[in-house]
């Protein structure tokens, strides 16, 4: 491509407001951040328990930094596997209630490297429609026949599978709490269909580690289903505030992902900061159970808040709260008035959402405050009638 078409590329994505730029903040994430020289009340971070900026979090990745250096210098199979690695898929495990953990450089790795190793070319994938892009995307690498069902609904679902042909290996993929519209999969369905078709069920629990569940340990204890469900993966970038992700499932799955995953085999190592960080972040969900009982409290006085005033919410039950909008010019305009106001939340358009369901994905976290929250919650009001959606 040339120049022109580059250029020309950008102005359609203008005209069409879906053209994305980057904004830097000024501080560490949290409830109020520095953004163009001023504070502003940040409700657009995964960071949901506030540990990305806890203490011993902190500290964690500055001995590890100090002990280790900053890179790890290799890939985990040539000579950049350290302690805070295997201290980390230690801990894992044993959080996850699992034989053993692998962890990869994000998320996106992960889906990438591990679904292709699930199924190839023969197989039948069938995953939920509202499914991350790094799922989606694992799906195509695997070369296996992809179908969708709608979004949560396990009658569709079962159509698929009853169409198939004779005993076809078939994996099913669900996000289990979804990241665009905070709703949980309905696993107990799905685990009963999988082991009803003989398929496998993988499960992407990036936003459910560290905040579902009695103990935090995912949407997967929430539902009771730590012994029905073998292998699943999450992320450590969110409620764990570091970087990473992680597979859990059988010392024998996790040897076979690290002789054949990709993603994992071609990738240099974690920085062992990073792994620190996220091995206190572990230990202090487990011991700071408030932390999550804080999160839902903030979160139902903000959902409740977003309701009394008249605003268009997805069916979330989780701390992500997205106000549907549907024309991603207006959700542009929600998103510049918010930010006027002193609010941080960025328009969400497609191709991260279907078209016609643009939105403003509010997240709120453990360590904001209720002050916080009014104030944002009065900003959201005049910015909301400043664009014709109140």
């Not at 120049?3 to 950008?10: E, P, V």
């Not at 900053?70 to 040539?78: C, E, H, N, W």
């Not at 099913?172 to 078709?197: C, H, K, N, Q, W």
């Amino acid at each position: 491509m040339s120049t022109d078409q580059f250029r020309a590329a950008l102005q359609q994505l203008t005209d069409q407001s879906l053209r994305r730029s980057l904004s830097a903040l000024d501080s560490a994430t949290g409830p109020v951040v520095n953004y163009a020289g001023r504070p502003v009340i940040l409700l657009s971070s995964n960071d949901y328990l506030g540990l990305a900026t806890h203490p011993q979090v902190i500290q964690a990745a500055i001995e590890a930094t100090a002990r280790y250096g900053t890179g790890s210098g290799a890939s985990r199979l040539v000579s950049g596997t350290l302690p805070p690695h295997t201290s980390l898929e230690t801990a894992l495990a044993k959080f996850k209630g699992t034989d053993a953990s692998l962890v990869f450089g994000a998320g996106y790795l992960a889906n990438v490297g591990v679904i292709p190793n699930l199924i190839g070319r023969g197989g039948l994938i069938i995953a939920d429609r509202l499914c991350h892009a790094s799922l989606i995307d694992g799906c195509r690498l695997s070369q296996a026949d992809f179908r969708v069902f709608r979004h949560g609904d396990c009658a569709h679902l079962e159509v698929l599978l009853r169409r198939r042909a004779g005993h076809r290996r078939t994996l099913i993929i669900t996000e289990g709490l979804f990241s665009m519209d905070g709703d949980v999969a309905p696993l107990t369905d799905l685990v009963g269909l999988a082991e009803r078709y003989e398929a496998m069920l993988y499960v992407d629990d990036a936003h459910g580690t560290g905040i579902m569940g009695a103990n935090g340990r995912g949407t997967i204890e929430q539902f009771g289903l730590e012994g029905r469900i073998p292998f699943h993966m999450g992320t450590l970038s969110k409620a764990l505030g570091s970087y990473g992700a992680y597979v859990v499932g059988s010392n024998d799955f996790v040897q076979y992902l690290l002789n054949l995953a990709r993603s994992f085999i071609f990738t240099t190592a974690l920085p062992p900061a990073m792994a620190a960080a996220a091995s206190a972040a572990i230990t202090i969900v487990e011991r700071e159970p408030e932390r999550r009982a804080q999160l839902w409290a903030n979160r139902q006085y903000l959902f409740d808040g977003l309701q009394n005033q008249g605003f268009c919410l997805t069916p979330t039950v989780s701390p992500i709260l997205p106000v549907l909008i549907g024309d991603a010019a207006k959700a542009s305009a929600f998103a510049d008035r918010l930010l006027a106001h002193g609010v941080y939340a960025s328009a969400i358009r497609p191709p991260t959402v279907p078209d016609g369901t643009s939105r403003i994905r509010f997240t709120v976290t453990a360590v904001h405050t209720t002050g916080q929250l009014e104030q944002a919650l009065q900003a959201m009001t005049r910015a909301g009638r400043e664009v014709g959606l109140l």
